[in-house]
């Protein structure tokens, strides 16, 4: 039987240029997923505290679940997908995650995983969800809406780490903001700053986003304004936060 | 805010008016090692930016009192500083007002197009806690000291002149009307809505006040001696100036200079603006990229309003809704600017002083 997607192109309701975006638009998705799921396993092997760690399970099933349904919507529609976690950015996004991982800093991990990765995954889906709209639109903006849940409650928690010690708070943030936004900068740049991600399945797709409607500059630039709030919510000063932003690859 | 904390006298809301700016303060921040950000990435990310406090000010009176403040950036697009874009404008200006509040601003001051885009909603935005205000009757003040001080360098008398005022219909242009009402020999009204321009004139006839009006700029250009341009158009072009006109630049952006086709004899001074003498100090220093006058000290009269009523410790809307601002206020902020040392900025424009 024919998927979808090849009776949509058939009929002119697809093109070939908007199949490849949105398959790799739910390939980084579901790449990013597996990220998360990974990095919360990772994250309960080192807590000894028995609810903490069930809560980081918990959270990785959480993340799970979300690749799960994006890869079950790819599925249905017979989409291309790439998942590739040792890529040139995702890859070093884990590597910088497992570094604090093995030291069990939960406070880091809770930064990278819940602040940074969050922040873009809330506002990437949201832009994204609009631009698809029909089943695939609501499936984004539905899995967003939990991730934002995800960012409030580790705000919550970052906010009364820094209020103990605002000093060390704010040193050991912008270490990981250098060590890991630096990352995700270069990866949202209008061109790749590494080069190719491993997870497109032909040429970035960045150049192709129009055929949905969308555009790198806004989604960067709402993502970079979803995690500054974070930055606002937490306590960090507006003085030190438009430094950190400057100070960004792009 | 913990016990270490200076508690915030003021905070001024303000936005920039050019990329040079914006790209010379990016790139300074930056380390040096990074190379820098070219303009076009910087616009791909500037108007993404929520507001927020960009560096301190401690502001000295020459009473001997300091106070502190904070620089609060609106991150508005230079180029969207149209009508079409003022739902967001409206949106960044009153996230950076909850952001003062937020911070414990007793004063707020909203400088230059801030406090356009949120007029005649200025009064809603004040707490018990946090008062606001548009800082536009000193700027009005300086506005008109400014020209009775050129006039005077120049010797030019103001009975004697037609005084032309483009953006006569806005808070400024009717403050400096009715300030300039008894002491010129005209008065040239100019505004682009009609309606209001007609308003305003029919009430300066009843008081028998010689003067003419249109929308049009040409049709008043060759009587006037002296303009007082506040309008924040960047589209005004003064072609057919007299000879010898006096000029006060106070609109936003300050870029008269470039529309003016015979420059020789033109006298154009930058205006609204004070000076001062106490000094300031910003932390972080960002002086050096942001600083860019040729005298020391020198401060938008909208936020040396702020600056005066924190030293006063008058914390209230000196400046609120469109079209109070009278000659008494006007008077009296710039009376209790100079007891702290608070003076007209010396005569300057792009070329250097005067």
């Given at each position: 039987m024919e998927s979808v997607i090849i009776q949509s192109l058939k009929k002119g309701e697809l093109t070939m240029e908007e199949f490849n975006v949105i398959s790799d638009i739910f390939s980084q998705a579901i790449t990013g997923e597996l990220i998360g799921m990974s990095n919360f396993a990772s994250l309960a092997e080192t807590i000894d505290d028995p609810h903490e760690k069930m809560e980081a399970v918990e959270h990785a099933n959480s993340e799970?679940?979300?690749?799960?349904?994006?890869?079950?919507?790819?599925?249905?529609?017979?989409l291309k997908i790439n998942v590739n976690m040792n890529g040139e950015y995702w890859g070093n996004v884990r590597k910088q995650f497992l570094k604090y991982a093995h030291n069990r800093d939960f406070t880091a991990c809770l930064i990278i995983q819940e602040v940074m990765l969050e922040s873009f995954a809330i506002s990437m889906y949201n832009d994204v969800g609009h631009a698809l709209g029909g089943e695939a639109g609501d499936l984004f903006i539905s899995i967003g809406n939990e991730e934002k849940e995800h960012l409030e409650h580790s705000s919550d928690l970052l906010c009364a780490e820094l209020k103990k010690d605002p000093a060390a708070f704010e040193s050991k943030f912008e270490e990981i903001h250098f060590n890991c936004m630096s990352i995700l900068a270069e990866f949202s740049a209008t061109t790749d700053l590494r080069?190719?991600?491993?997870?497109?399945?032909?040429?970035?797709?960045?150049?192709?986003?129009?055929?949905?409607g969308l555009d790198i500059v806004?989604?960067?630039?709402?993502?970079?304004?979803?995690?500054?709030?974070?930055?606002?919510?937490?306590?960090?000063?507006?003085?030190?936060?438009?430094?950190?932003?400057?100070?960004?690859?792009a | 805010m913990d016990g270490t904390t200076p508690s915030i006298d003021f905070a001024a809301i303000g936005h920039q008016d050019s990329w040079q700016n914006i790209s010379a303060f990016?790139?300074?921040?930056?380390?040096?090692?990074?190379?820098?950000?070219?303009?076009?990435?910087?616009?791909?990310?500037?108007?993404?930016?929520?507001?927020?406090?960009?560096?301190?000010?401690?502001?000295?009176?020459?009473?001997?009192?300091?106070?502190?403040?904070?620089?609060?950036?609106?991150f508005i697009d230079p180029d969207k500083l149209h009508s079409q874009f003022v739902r967001a404008n409206i949106n960044k200006v009153l996230a950076a007002a909850s952001r003062a509040k937020r911070l414990g601003s007793k004063m707020v001051t909203l400088g230059g197009f801030t406090s356009i885009v949120l007029e005649g909603e200025l009064e809603s935005l004040s707490t018990r806690e946090t008062k606001f205000t548009t800082g536009n009757t000193l700027t009005a003040a300086f506005i008109v000291k400014g020209i009775e001080k050129a006039a005077e360098r120049l010797g030019i008398s103001l009975h004697q002149s037609d005084i032309l005022i483009i953006g006569a219909t806005g808070d400024?242009?009717?403050?400096?009307?009715?300030?300039?009402?008894?002491?010129?020999?005209?008065?040239?009204?100019?505004?682009r809505n009609y309606q209001r321009l007609e308003k305003m004139a029919g009430q300066l006839v009843k008081e028998k006040i010689k003067i003419d009006f249109s929308v049009r700029l040409e049709d008043l250009l060759p009587q006037a001696k002296i303009i007082i341009a506040v309008a924040s158009s960047m589209d005004i072009k003064l072609n057919h100036c007299n000879k010898n006109v006096l000029i006060c630049d106070a609109g936003y952006p300050k870029n008269l200079e470039n529309n003016i086709i015979y420059k020789k004899d033109v006298h154009l001074f930058h205006g609204g603006m004070g000076q001062v003498s106490g000094g300031y100090d910003f932390s972080p220093d960002y002086s050096r990229s942001i600083y860019h006058y040729e005298a020391p000290h020198l401060v938008h009269g909208c936020i040396l309003e702020a600056m005066v009523l924190a030293f006063e410790k008058r914390f209230e809307s000196f400046s609120s809704s469109k079209g109070n601002?009278?000659?008494?206020?006007?008077?009296?902020?710039?009376?209790?600017?100079?007891?702290?040392?608070?003076?007209?900025?010396?005569?300057?424009?792009?070329?250097?002083?005067?």
């Open positions: 799970r679940m979300h690749a799960e349904g994006f890869l079950a919507y790819a599925r249905k529609k017979n080069g190719h991600c491993g997870v497109c399945n032909g040429d970035c797709m960045k150049g192709s986003l129009h055929h949905v806004t989604l960067r630039g709402n993502a970079m304004a979803i995690y500054e709030e974070a930055l606002d919510n937490i306590g960090i000063s507006g003085e030190k936060s438009i430094i950190w932003m400057a100070r960004l690859p | 990016v790139n300074s921040i930056r380390n040096t090692g990074q190379g820098k950000l070219s303009c076009e990435k910087i616009k791909d990310i500037f108007g993404f930016i929520s507001p927020k406090e960009i560096f301190r000010i401690k502001a000295r009176s020459k009473t001997g009192t300091e106070i502190n403040g904070v620089y609060i950036e609106t400024i242009g009717m403050a400096c009307a009715n300030y300039m009402k008894s002491r010129a020999n005209k008065l040239l009204l100019c505004a601002i009278t000659t008494d206020k006007m008077e009296e902020i710039y009376r209790l600017s100079m007891k702290h040392g608070i003076g007209l900025a010396p005569l300057y424009n792009s070329k250097g002083l005067w």
